[in-house]
């Protein structure tokens, strides 16, 4: 028995997928209106962020590609790190909920081939208070 290639139901799919692909190697493709997002707040398919975290530090990794190093700016209220960047084409800004308090005050912060890496010390623990 031959099979008949147009009864495959997956044929529709495969050609959207080239076509898809195609059009992304041109250059033709607005991914933002194509997908249905809207360029605005928040980093954006592009963009990761993780957090790693020990007993001594709280370190946030953030890709930020294609951003310059002047134009990132970084807050911190020790429980929240806001990252916010621009460039020619796109504003990132995202909050980073941090895992625990941090000392604000011991941030050390690199950026390099558009990772930018943040390193917090933890706070101390609230002191004990002698009841007399």
Avoid: W
């Amino acid at each position: 028995m031959r099979r008949d290639d147009r009864d495959d139901p997956f044929d529709d799919l495969f050609r959207e997928i080239e076509r898809m692909m195609n059009d992304m190697m041109s250059g033709d493709v607005d991914f933002e209106s194509s997908t249905g997002l809207e360029s605005g707040p928040g980093f954006g398919a592009d963009t990761h962020v993780d957090i790693h975290e020990t007993d001594d530090e709280i370190r946030v990794i953030a890709d930020i590609p294609g951003v310059d190093k002047e134009a990132i700016d970084l807050k911190c209220d020790g429980e929240v790190l806001t990252i916010s960047a621009a460039n020619e084409r796109r504003q990132y800004d995202d909050k980073v909920s941090l895992p625990g308090t941090v000392d604000e005050h011991s941030a050390d912060a690199t950026y390099n081939n558009g990772v930018l890496e943040v390193v917090f010390d933890r706070a101390d623990d609230s002191a004990d208070i002698d009841l007399d």
